[in-house]
């Protein structure tokens, strides 16, 4: 498509740019991509955003901080998190249920509990010792093969007895007038540990 703008003169005494040429009614007639009295001004479509200039047909020079064909795009120091978008110079768009200056921070709507993080959207990241999709649940740190009745699971799966009670799951309280410490892991017989009872005398 040819476009015809008001000729430079009689004659055409000035030459039309850009491959355009003078016709016989003194117009300057441009090649495609370009327009003006000498054929000397491009376009781009869509129109260069942000402040850019349109130096040849179709093509974009962006000012400092922006990119893309059309200068649409930001750049910025540092990428955008979580799928976020550069939109502008050092700006980030994020994806719904992100935010800050990267989207680097994550929403939940309910808050995590118990020294939980929130790491994506309603995704809690739980500290040790607790588990649920808010870290609600509190977990032990560790597991007996049965529950310890009277006592505690230590780390190598073994039940240790509260004072006053023996036995593998230390269900059994000692009768006599003695303290009893037992342990008990897996099928081997029980390891006792006896202590005299201490007595007070009066002087």
Request: with cysteine.
């Amino acid at each position: 498509m040819m476009v015809s703008f008001p000729g430079p003169g009689p004659g055409c005494d000035q030459k039309c740019s850009n491959g355009g040429w003078c016709d016989a009614n003194q117009m300057c007639q441009c090649p495609k991509g370009y327009q003006g009295t000498y054929c000397g001004t491009a376009m781009c479509f869509p129109q260069c955003l942000n402040n850019g200039t349109c130096t040849a047909p179709g093509v974009c020079s962006c000012p400092p901080g922006f990119q893309g064909l059309h200068c649409e795009g930001g750049i910025c120091t540092e990428k955008c998190l979580n799928g976020g978008k550069c939109v502008q110079k050092d700006t980030c768009e994020c994806q719904k249920g992100f935010y800050g200056l990267r989207c680097e921070f994550s929403k939940c709507i309910i808050p995590c509990l118990n020294g939980g993080r929130c790491k994506g959207v309603n995704k809690c990241r739980c500290p040790p010792g607790f588990l649920g999709d808010y870290c609600e649940i509190w977990q032990r740190p560790y597991k007996c093969p049965k529950p310890c009745t009277h006592g505690v699971c230590s780390a190598n799966r073994v039940c240790a007895c509260y004072d006053g009670w023996f036995g593998r799951t230390c269900s059994q309280r000692s009768d006599s007038g003695e303290d009893r410490s037992t342990l008990y892991q897996g099928d081997q017989e029980p390891s006792t540990r006896t202590k005299p009872r201490r007595r007070k005398v009066f002087v």
